[in-house]
């Protein structure tokens, strides 16, 4: 079993900072990539950007490209979403999420998933 916690979420104005957390307890050797997504009041849950922990490799969304950057912490089983240069638009609900399968994008192939951190940017 695996169990994700997100923190860091909260409001900022347009062009502020935000870093996200993931923290993962249990059998978290079984994750092969964690990834972030988010939803928007209205829309459809969304990929973010992720990270695979063999090799470090990241992909991101062309929405996240440039001002989001994922990171990990081995020591602390802990992944990061730092987001720059925040805009409105990106007023969501973030979640994030493990998989041990090779999925990268799609949320439907992620088996854990934290409990979500809403994040307000105002213009």
């Known amino acids: 079993q695996v169990q994700l916690v997100e923190s860091g979420g909260g409001l900022v104005q347009a062009g502020g900072s935000l870093r996200l957390s993931c923290a993962a307890s249990?059998?978290?050797?079984?994750?092969?990539?964690t990834g972030w997504f988010r939803q928007a009041p209205g829309k459809e849950r969304e990929f973010v950007a992720a990270?695979?922990?063999?090799?470090?490799?990241?992909y991101y969304a062309d929405s996240a490209k440039g001002r989001f950057t994922i990171s990990r912490d081995n020591a602390k089983n802990t992944v990061y979403l730092q987001m720059n240069s925040l805009k409105p638009e990106d007023t969501a609900v973030y979640s994030c999420?493990?998989?041990?399968?090779?999925?990268?994008?799609?949320?439907?192939?992620?088996?854990?998933w934290g409990q979500g951190t809403q994040v307000t940017v105002s213009s």
């Open positions: 249990g059998r978290a050797y079984r994750i092969s990539t």
């Open positions: 999420a493990a998989t041990g399968s090779g999925v990268i994008t799609a949320p439907e192939g992620y088996d854990y």
């Open positions: 990270i695979r922990w063999i090799d470090g490799n990241t």
